[in-house]
């Protein structure tokens, strides 16, 4: 199956400081979403981004599907933006999303 | 519009008990699938049910058991709960398997704890 790497694992910054996460997956995909997921364990969807480049606020996504890449870039951090966000691929848009282990982020006031 | 929907939020399992899991889909979506997160890890992919039956699978053993209704409801069934089984278990809604453009949206979750 598809494998999904996400980096950093573990990422602490200061409010106000930029980011970039990254996510590599080893195939061609058909779906590709970001999550976030809040400390109640709730997963809120970011983007549906299987190619191209989006922008929601302070939020932007970016994937390459052709080097089967995709970033997220958080800017003006917020200690709300706090939590674990996670990659997930599908390769056929069946909806059997492989997830990455996902990457832990810490915003400091 | 009324998002995913799962019940019971908590629950705490002896080991050896069985215990049901149920997700209502955002409204308009007809395919329920459901994912086990265990602590500090991705969700991993558990089963997929569309027109009230199993549609697909990940690697998971017959416990595993799952069941959706005419109104596109599901239940999660777990037999001979084991002290592993402990985890946030996800239900997620999308329109059908393949479909273009299918994003998924997921619950809030059922925490199961085995003891």
């Known amino acids: 199956g598809i494998q999904v790497e996400q980096s950093p694992p573990d990422l602490i910054l200061q409010e106000g400081a930029n980011s970039t996460l990254r996510c590599n997956f080893s195939?061609?995909?058909?779906?590709l979403q970001w999550f976030h997921q809040n400390p109640w364990g709730q997963l809120i969807n970011l983007f549906y981004i299987p190619s191209g480049t989006k922008q929601n606020g302070r939020l932007s996504a970016t994937t390459v599907a052709t080097e089967r890449y995709s970033l997220l870039y958080i800017s003006s951090s917020q200690t709300t933006d706090s939590g674990v966000y996670f990659c997930?691929?599908?390769?056929?848009?069946?909806?059997?999303?492989?997830f990455g282990a996902g990457t832990r982020l810490t915003v400091k006031p | 519009d009324a998002g995913v929907t799962q019940s019971p939020t908590h629950l705490i399992k002896t080991r050896g008990q069985q215990v049901t899991l149920r997700c209502s889909p955002k409204?308009?979506?007809?395919?329920v699938s459901w994912y086990q997160q265990a602590l500090g890890q991705g969700p991993q992919f558990i089963f997929q049910y569309y027109e009230e039956e199993e549609r697909q699978r990940g690697n998971f053993p017959d416990r595993f058991s799952g069941h959706q209704f005419p109104n596109y409801s599901s239940e999660l069934n777990v037999n001979a709960l084991w002290l592993g089984d402990s985890a946030l278990y996800l239900c997620?809604?999308?329109?059908?398997?393949?479909?273009?453009?299918?994003?998924?949206?997921f619950g809030e979750g059922s925490w199961l704890t085995v003891v």
């Open positions: 997620a809604s999308s329109l059908r398997p393949g479909e273009a453009g299918n994003t998924i949206y």
């Open positions: 997930a691929v599908d390769k056929y848009n069946n909806n059997d999303m492989r």
């Open positions: 409204s308009g979506h007809d395919t």
């Open positions: 195939d061609s995909v058909n779906n």
